[in-house]
T-cell receptor
């Protein structure tokens, strides 16, 4: 029972273009969503998050959009850079008492070509 | 640099043995959680400790256990190791309502 799904295992974009990574979830109780980036042999690095009371959060080149009715969120990276090439994980949480408990998707491998 | 450090970084154990993995949390964070990440998968939540008590557990058997110490450092213990326990084990620390920060992980190989 995969509560958080990233249906695209991989994505390839050209440097300077937009990268859009998608994530779907099934549990309507999720109230906080995060995106992490992971390089090989390293732990996940926090990128950006969004609370369920918002529909958009922006931080530099990264923007996360949340569509609660569709139970869908996306991460936009503009402009994409070769250093963005990594595995991206979407994660969700419900309840402030579950601060440390995240449900992760399977990840999407992003390749940004120079 | 997340301020979360884990040790050891790599280790090899034999099936049936026991292993202890260690984690030092980011300063000021009172919650530590552990995750298992198998190849090609997202991290899977094992359990969470808050102020030295377990207060959330994922779908892992009792041979996975943990401790959190007064300084908020933590251990993950796995008994009776199985081949399928081979994975990257991630420690993460957080505080109420805040972002969760991960360490670099400990790679465990069971042979």
């Amino acid at each position: 029972d995969q509560q958080v799904k990233q249906n695209s295992p991989s994505l390839s974009v050209q440097e300077g273009r937009i990268s859009i990574l998608n994530c779907d979830y099934t549990n309507s109780m999720f109230d906080y969503f995060l995106w992490y980036k992971k390089y090989p042999a390293e732990g996940p690095t926090f990128l950006i998050s969004i609370s369920s009371i918002k529909d958009k959060n922006e931080d530099g080149r990264f923007t996360v959009f949340l569509n609660k009715s569709a139970k869908h969120l996306s991460l936009h990276i503009v402009p994409s850079q070769p250093g963005d090439s990594a595995v991206y994980f979407c994660a969700a949480r419900h309840g402030s008492s579950n601060t440390g408990k995240l449900i992760f998707g399977q990840g999407t491998t992003l390749q940004v070509k120079p | 640099e997340t301020g979360v450090t884990q040790s050891p970084t790599h280790l090899i154990k034999t099936r049936g043995q026991q292993v202890t993995l260690r984690c030092s949390s980011q300063s000021g964070h009172n919650t530590v959680s552990w995750y298992q990440q198998a190849l090609g998968q997202g991290p899977q939540f094992i359990f969470q400790y808050y102020r030295e008590e377990e207060n959330g557990r994922g779908n892992f058997p009792p041979r996975f256990s943990g401790l959190q110490f007064p300084n908020y450092s933590s251990e993950l213990n796995v008994n009776a190791l199985e081949l399928d326990d081979s994975a990257l084990y991630l420690c993460a620390s957080s505080s109420e309502g805040n972002t969760i920060y991960f360490g670099e992980g400990s790679w465990l190989t069971v042979v």
